[in-house]
């Protein structure tokens, strides 16, 4: 972002003062070569994690410098198609290089695993065989059989991953139909999702689907995210960008053009399966993109002197403005982390200060708010945690956040709204222990023993999605509890 902002300010001195020649190509050559760069170098560091070194997540095996596939494959397959301008290079160990490059890129991609990257590089890989060998419609047709068979064995690859897509596409449709024209608004689906499958279970019961759903963050695809947000118009205007885009390519083709067509195709394409415009490299290559298409409608409104200093004026300002907050919320991450890391080696105490300082900088940001009540949770300030908890659960249905906040109510003694808040939880993620558990002791408080023993057949006899040393034990403790209940009901 920091690097966007600069080329921004770059760009708009340049333009103000009459030193940008209309003739050049804004995405050209030293931004095209930025990213063909900045790719390749991350695909050798994917490639590299693969292989057992620099290993920087326990979970994922290849993530280059990401916390996941996704984020890696995504800004990947959006620089790929940009390899294209060292192939039509006129020297020929730059082509080399460039073939190179695109090979590296491309099996960085398919050792990440990640479902959308595959998909998202052999559709382009497709497009540019049909260009160049596949003249005769038989082949054409022939391709499009491969293409649907891998998208197949992508499906059956992580086949219960895919159906666990499935689902949060299921509950987001019926989200969607709650608000089909204007959508929830911005920052929609974390608010609400969790709440939506909780729902699909109360209706539904437990079926396959329950062992599959999980804490979710993302819908997974971009363009039911654009219906959450936005609703069918904002689709709607989505779909005349394109149609414009592809019209501002129609009307003055050319390589580089086409280049940057396909990269938008890349990054549509991985859109389906994933959330690429999470991670800001995609934004700023979509930006660059665009900008190489209409390029010519660009320079003729930048021909008006007038138009042009206030555009440029404002990109400036904007660019300027957006730097400072950019350092500022960079230190407030940083005092952030410090923070919260001296609360994990058991000072959190001596933290409480400090996040109250940071709130004003971070009031809008659920993590910061549940890191924050799970602060005062630990320091048994159940009030003033309640309190964060319930203004994050705005912005944030979380699974964890459920437990939370039902454990505030149940240190306070309200147990029929701690009651609530742990059966949400149970109903988000139906294949979880934890609040089954916390429900039982919930009415061991209470001294409810018909649900008590009703929760405690319920741990026993539900499955393990993942057999683990304390759902073990879990189970155990659940086996001695009804034996003790029932003993105590013989006796009476």
Same mark, same amino acid.
Request: hydrophobic share 45%.
């Given at each position: 972002?920091?690097?966007?902002?600069?080329?921004?300010v770059?760009?708009?001195?340049?333009?103000?003062? %009459?030193r940008?020649?209309?003739?050049?190509?804004?995405g050209?050559?030293?931004?095209?070569?930025?990213?063909?760069?900045?790719?390749?170098?991350?695909?050798?560091?994917?490639?590299?994690?693969?292989?057992?070194?620099?290993? &920087?997540?326990?979970?994922?095996g290849?993530?280059?410098? @990401?916390?996941?596939?996704?984020?890696?494959a995504?800004?990947?397959?959006?620089?790929?198609?940009?390899?294209? @301008?060292?192939?039509?290079? #006129?020297?020929?160990y730059?082509r080399?290089? !460039?073939?190179?490059t !695109?090979?590296?890129?491309?099996?960085?991609?398919?050792?990440?695993?990640s479902?959308? =990257?595959?998909?998202?590089?052999? @559709?382009?890989?497709?497009?540019?065989?049909n260009?160049?060998?596949?003249?005769?419609? *038989?082949?054409?047709?022939?391709?499009?059989?491969?293409?649907?068979?891998?998208?197949?064995?992508?499906?059956?690859?992580?086949?219960?991953?895919?159906?666990?897509?499935l689902?949060?596409?299921?509950c987001?449709?019926?989200?969607? #139909?709650?608000?089909?024209?204007?959508?929830?608004?911005? !920052?929609?689906?974390?608010?609400?999702?969790?709440?939506?499958?909780?729902?699909?279970?109360?209706?539904? =019961?437990?079926?396959?689907?329950?062992?599959?759903?999980?804490?979710?963050?993302h819908?997974?695809?971009?363009?039911? %995210?654009?219906?959450?947000?936005?609703?069918?118009?904002?689709?709607?205007?989505?779909?005349?960008?394109?149609t414009l885009?592809?019209?501002?390519?129609k009307?003055?083709?050319?390589?580089e053009?086409?280049?940057?067509l396909?990269?938008?195709?890349?990054?549509?394409?991985?859109?389906?399966?994933?959330?690429?415009?999470?991670?800001?490299?995609?934004?700023?290559?979509?930006?660059?993109?665009?900008?190489?298409?209409?390029?010519? +409608?660009?320079?003729?409104?930048?021909?008006?002197?007038?138009?042009?200093?206030?555009?440029?004026?404002?990109?400036?300002?904007?660019s300027? =403005?957006?730097v400072?907050?950019?350092?500022?919320? &960079?230190?407030?991450?940083?005092? *952030? %982390?410090?923070?919260? %890391?001296?609360?994990?080696?058991?000072?959190? =105490?001596?933290?409480?200060?400090? +996040?109250? !300082?940071?709130?004003?900088?971070?009031?809008?940001?659920p993590?910061?708010?549940?890191?924050?009540?799970?602060?005062?949770?630990?320091?048994k300030?159940?009030?003033?945690?309640?309190?964060?908890?319930?203004?994050?659960r705005?912005? *944030?249905?979380?699974?964890?956040?459920?437990?939370?906040?039902?454990?505030?109510?149940?240190?306070?003694?309200?147990?029929?709204?701690?009651? #609530?808040?742990?059966?949400?939880?149970s109903?988000?993620?139906?294949?979880?222990?934890?609040?089954?558990?916390?429900?039982?002791?919930?009415?061991?408080?209470?001294?409810?023993?018909?649900?008590?023993?009703?929760?405690?057949?319920?741990?026993?006899?539900?499955?393990?999605?993942? #057999?683990?040393?304390?759902?073990?034990?879990?189970?155990?403790?659940?086996?001695?509890?009804?034996?003790?209940?029932?003993?105590?009901?013989?006796?009476?």
């Open positions: 972002m920091f690097a966007l902002l600069v080329v921004l770059y760009e708009a001195v340049n333009l103000l003062f %009459g940008w020649n209309k003739q050049s190509e804004m050209k050559s030293v931004y095209g070569f930025v990213i063909v760069v900045s790719c390749f170098l991350q695909a050798i560091f994917g490639v590299v994690q693969f292989f057992g070194f620099f290993q &920087v997540s326990t979970t994922f290849v993530t280059g410098s @990401f916390d996941n596939p996704a984020g890696f995504a800004c990947l397959c959006a620089g790929f198609p940009f390899a294209g @301008f060292l192939l039509s290079d #006129k020297n020929k730059i080399y290089v !460039g073939w190179m !695109g090979f590296v890129i491309a099996v960085a991609v398919v050792l990440s695993q479902r959308a =990257g595959i998909m998202s590089i052999a @559709f382009i890989c497709l497009i540019l065989l260009m160049k060998f596949f003249h005769k419609r *038989w082949m054409k047709c022939l391709s499009l059989v491969c293409f649907a068979l891998l998208l197949s064995g992508c499906y059956w690859m992580k086949k219960d991953s895919a159906d666990g897509r689902l949060i596409w299921r987001s449709a019926d989200m969607i #139909k709650d608000a089909p024209w204007f959508g929830h608004g911005v !920052g929609s689906f974390e608010a609400r999702y969790m709440d939506y499958q909780a729902g699909y279970f109360r209706q539904h =019961g437990e079926n396959h689907y329950s062992m599959l759903a999980d804490n979710v963050k819908p997974f695809n971009e363009y039911v %995210g654009v219906l959450l947000n936005f609703g069918f118009v904002g689709l709607l205007v989505i779909l005349a960008m394109i885009i592809t019209y501002c390519y009307t003055h083709p050319c390589l053009k086409r280049i940057a396909y990269s938008l195709i890349s990054i549509g394409i991985f859109s389906f399966f994933s959330y690429p415009f999470t991670y800001p490299f995609t934004w700023i290559v979509t930006l660059l993109c665009i900008v190489i298409l209409t390029r010519e +409608y660009i320079t003729e409104i930048l021909a008006r002197s007038m138009i042009k200093n206030v555009i440029c004026i404002f990109i400036l300002l904007c300027l =403005g957006g400072y907050k950019l350092v500022e919320r &960079v230190m407030a991450e940083k005092e *952030w %982390g410090k923070v919260s %890391g001296l609360a994990l080696y058991g000072v959190s =105490g001596k933290t409480l200060p400090a +996040y109250v !300082g940071l709130e004003r900088e971070f009031e809008n940001n993590y910061f708010l549940y890191n924050y009540a799970a602060i005062l949770l630990e320091n300030q159940y009030e003033e945690s309640l309190k964060v908890a319930l203004k994050c705005k912005y *944030w249905a979380d699974y964890d956040l459920e437990l939370m906040i039902g454990e505030n109510y149940q240190e306070l003694d309200k147990h029929e709204l701690a009651e #609530k808040y742990y059966d949400n939880a109903m988000m993620c139906p294949s979880r222990f934890l609040p089954l558990h916390k429900l039982f002791y919930l009415y061991k408080d209470v001294g409810n023993r018909e649900r008590m023993l009703d929760v405690a057949k319920s741990i026993i006899d539900k499955p393990m999605k993942i #057999k683990t040393s304390t759902i073990r034990m879990m189970k155990r403790e659940m086996k001695r509890e009804q034996t003790r209940l029932l003993t105590e009901e013989n006796f009476e």
